[in-house]
């Protein structure tokens, strides 16, 4: 991965540059990584239950 930056007048990074596939498999990760939580979370706490329609509603509400 080929990092570029992005400097103010003084020389400060402010920003990154990413290709568009650096960028959605950072994305893909993510996502992946949320999922997990999810997953942990919800083996930790049988109790809690959705149905499916709301679980998935509440998973795209965090993304």
């Known amino acids: 991965m080929e990092t570029q930056y992005i400097t103010d007048k003084?020389?400060?990074k402010i920003a990154?540059?990413?290709s568009i596939k650096?960028?959605?498999?950072m994305l893909d990760k993510l996502e992946m990584i949320e999922d997990i939580?999810?997953?942990d979370h919800s083996k930790k706490n049988p109790e809690e239950s959705l149905v499916a329609e709301e679980a998935?509603?509440?998973?795209?509400?965090?993304?």
């Not at 998935?56 to 965090?62: H, P, R, V, Y």
């Open 10 to 12: 003084k020389g400060k």
């Open 37 to 39: 939580k999810l997953y």
């Open 56 to 63: 998935f509603k509440f998973i795209e509400s965090k993304r």
């Open 22 to 25: 650096e960028y959605q498999e």
């Open 16 to 18: 990154v540059i990413l």
